[in-house]
């Protein structure tokens, strides 16, 4: 499957952003789908991650808990990242990533579980 994230952009402390990923093919939803993220200087971080298909599990990093959503539209073969209350310290390169799988509830935070990655938006907070 092939990605490419859009969204990204200057904001100010405390505003909103909303995150899209494209996904091609024809098997989006048998896809673990997530964000990643990474600041200059700093490792790539987890973000969130949602399931395939059929049950919808999401799991966040706490850093972003309350005030990011990830959801997906598999009709339209889309992921989204809505960003909330938005602080500088989120200022990164933000990727998605899938990754195919048959368990119905598998959710993964890693890196290394991902095989497929789109190029990154830039999202910049100002204080």
């Known amino acids: 499957v092939q990605l490419q994230a859009s969204g990204g952009g200057l904001v100010q402390a405390g505003d909103s952003l909303r995150l899209a990923c494209a996904a091609s093919?024809?098997?989006?939803?048998?896809?673990?789908m997530g964000w990643f993220r990474q600041a200059p200087g700093k490792e790539r971080e987890f973000v969130a991650a949602?399931?395939?298909?059929?049950?919808?599990?999401?799991y966040y990093a706490d850093s972003v808990k309350g005030r990011f959503t990830i959801s997906r539209d598999n009709a339209k073969n889309m992921v989204y990242l809505q960003m909330n209350s938005l602080k500088p310290e989120d200022t990164a390169v933000y990727c998605c990533?899938?990754?195919?799988?048959?368990?119905?509830?598998?959710?993964?935070?890693?890196?290394?579980?991902?095989?497929?990655w789109g190029q990154g938006t830039q999202v910049t907070v100002s204080s």
């Open positions: 990533v899938a990754k195919s799988t048959g368990n119905y509830k598998a959710v993964y935070t890693q890196i290394q579980s991902y095989d497929n």
């Open positions: 093919g024809r098997t989006f939803s048998s896809y673990v």
């Open positions: 949602i399931s395939r298909s059929g049950v919808s599990i999401t």
